[in-house]
């Protein structure tokens, strides 16, 4: 038995025991302190880092390879490399992820109120109240919950009923202040916005970073450790942030979170599985089955259960979005909604920027979707100093007067460099002769590194990860097109959806070969335009109407089997 000793970010010190033979990482993780490691723990990101302050850890070649000798002499170990075999004591930094820039903001269209309310006079008579409110249909329990006010002796006569998408949500009077909580479950982060029902207002919004990150940066490597027993611990890491994320929003907002009584959630297949605890044996591989794409509608017992503190009705209804394919999730749906592109009479396109890139097209009623595995380089992953959307992260980079000038997030001290600031650096190292149109560096380059700030430099490497996610998109979306028979002119808009593409400068994204030039002036950007959707829904009157409707005119396109996807990923890898 192993005594570890970690003193946290915050000051505090923990003490766990274990008797394991699992990687520091791990026994972290079962002890519930977080540390992100979007490789998935295979000693190839760096980002679960710590020191050790006593005891032994043996120097690992993956240690060898990210820390330099002062840092290893130091103490600096890769959690996930190092495995006790002692007591040891370990200092843990504080990552910067709590500080995480999530895009929660979105192109808000126009929407009904949240709720439709009527007055209502019940009867005391033979007939149940159920049936005087609704003959033809059967009520569920949290209805039922609701009906049984009725019978309040000390209140009058007079209620006001509010339904939501036909439901009855709420028995009181017309001053009952109800609200609504929508939902983006990100791969990276998660979003929610609080709604006044009455208003159709957001008055509360919150983000954070997911932190499932600590098994993996990727669907993938998700999917992997869900398979791999850690199902129920993936779903309850995203359930306790749900739960805490609400309790931000309500103390931020100042109001009473038992007045919420509608949920709405959107996100890809594979987190909402998680999410809901389904097992995603079949999740990642050929063909790719889900449990389920349909709208799931549970309560928040049945998501929440009652080992976490919550001061939400446990009946509270939970509307989990519906999706259209395995790669094309609730998250897209909802994104679709929010910009109605289903409605477009012309040529219009879609593109949801990060990980996975999801991409639609509408054309003549129907809307094309597909996806592509572009990688992590969009979010700083898999580049040496890379990092999120962090304060200080490197967002824009400028070539001017002989070096390259830096702007961070936040204008703090750099600490890495984000995926936009990636995009730029590339851009502005090809236009000024630093990068070839191979992506080889040019002789200006000294020692095969471009030294950005204090520490953080853009290597060879970085190059060839921005290549391949580049080329994923860009082949995409001309393998879309091609499989339409469109052309980029026909295109009269282009929605660009997610953090990255907020926070992207689009001259660079042309000048990679990102987007293409001719559909620079009909861009769009649009934020997070998936939990936009979750708001539309939660405003509208016909919201699960829509959703089918958008769903029955969607028809998945594979770009793994496309051989022109594939003879264009090749050429696109270049800039050129």
């Known amino acids: 038995m192993s005594t570890i000793t970690i003193n946290l970010p915050d000051n505090n010190v923990r003490k766990i025991n274990t008797g394991s033979d699992a990687s520091l990482l791990k026994c972290l993780q079962d002890a519930g302190i977080y540390l992100p490691a979007i490789c998935g723990g295979k000693g190839t990101c760096g980002k679960c880092k710590l020191k050790l302050l006593s005891g032994s850890l043996p120097v690992t070649l993956a240690d060898d390879a990210y820390f330099s000798e002062e840092e290893l002499d130091a103490g600096w170990r890769l959690s996930c490399m190092a495995f006790p075999a002692g007591d040891i004591a370990v200092q843990i930094l504080e990552s910067g992820e709590n500080q995480f820039t999530a895009v929660d903001s979105f192109e808000q269209q126009e929407a009904d109120q949240g709720v439709l309310s009527e007055l209502f006079t019940p009867q005391k008579d033979a007939l149940s109240f159920a049936r005087q409110l609704e003959p033809d249909r059967l009520l569920s329990l949290p209805e039922l919950l609701e009906v049984s006010k009725l019978n309040d002796p000390s209140r009058d006569n007079n209620f006001s009923i509010y339904r939501k998408h036909g439901k009855i949500i709420r028995i009181g009077d017309a001053s009952e202040a109800l609200y609504a909580v929508a939902i983006d479950i990100g791969t990276t982060t998660l979003g929610f916005a609080l709604l006044d029902l009455h208003s159709g207002k957001i008055i509360s919004r919150y983000s954070a970073v997911n932190k499932q990150r600590e098994s993996g940066g990727d669907v993938i490597s998700r999917i992997q450790k869900a398979n791999d027993g850690g199902l129920l611990l993936l779903s309850g890491s995203v359930r306790k942030q749900i739960a805490e994320g609400i309790n931000e929003l309500c103390a931020s907002a100042a109001v009473e979170a038992g007045n919420i009584c509608k949920i709405a959630i959107a996100g890809n297949t594979t987190m909402l599985h998680l999410l809901l605890g389904l097992s995603c044996q079949t999740l990642g591989n050929v063909p790719f089955t889900p449990v389920t794409l349909d709208m799931v509608l549970v309560n928040w017992r049945e998501i929440i259960g009652s080992d976490l503190s919550s001061p939400l009705d446990s009946g509270c209804e939970i509307a989990i979005l519906p999706g259209i394919s395995t790669y094309v999730g609730a998250d897209i749906t909802s994104g679709l909604y929010s910009t109605e592109l289903h409605k477009h009479e012309g040529a219009a396109a879609f593109i949801d920027i990060g990980t996975n890139g999801e991409m639609a097209l509408v054309h003549n009623g129907k809307i094309i979707c597909t996806a592509t595995a572009a990688g992590p380089a ?73 030294i950005l700030a204090k520490d953080i430099v853009f290597c060879q490497k970085d190059v060839r990860e921005l290549q391949l996610g580049k080329s994923a998109i860009r082949s995409g979306l001309d393998a879309l097109l091609n499989h339409t028979g469109l052309n980029y002119d026909e ?34 950007l649009i934020g997070n335009s998936a939990l936009g959707g979750a708001v539309r829904y939660l405003l509208s009157t016909d919201g699960n109407a829509v959703l089918s409707q958008i769903i029955k005119q969607s028809e998945e396109f594979s770009l793994p089997t496309d051989k022109y996807f594939t003879q264009h990923f090749l050429s696109n890898v270049n800039f050129e």
């Open 491 to 524: 295109i009269t808009t282009l929605y660009i959806a997610g953090g990255f593409g907020f926070n992207l400068d689009m001259e660079s994204a042309v000048g990679i070969g990102l987007i293409p030039p001719a559909l620079l002036p009909k861009v769009s």
């Open 378 to 450: 969009f979010e700083g992953g898999n580049i040496l100093c890379g990092t999120g959307s962090v304060p200080g992260a490197i967002s824009k980079v400028k070539f001017q007067d002989g070096v390259f000038v830096v702007n961070t997030i936040k204008d703090q001290p750099p600490v890495g460099i984000c995926g936009s600031g990636v995009v730029d650096m590339v851009y502005q190292g090809l236009k000024h002769g630093y990068i070839k149109p191979s992506g080889r560096f040019t002789e200006k380059v000294q020692d095969n590194t471009i």
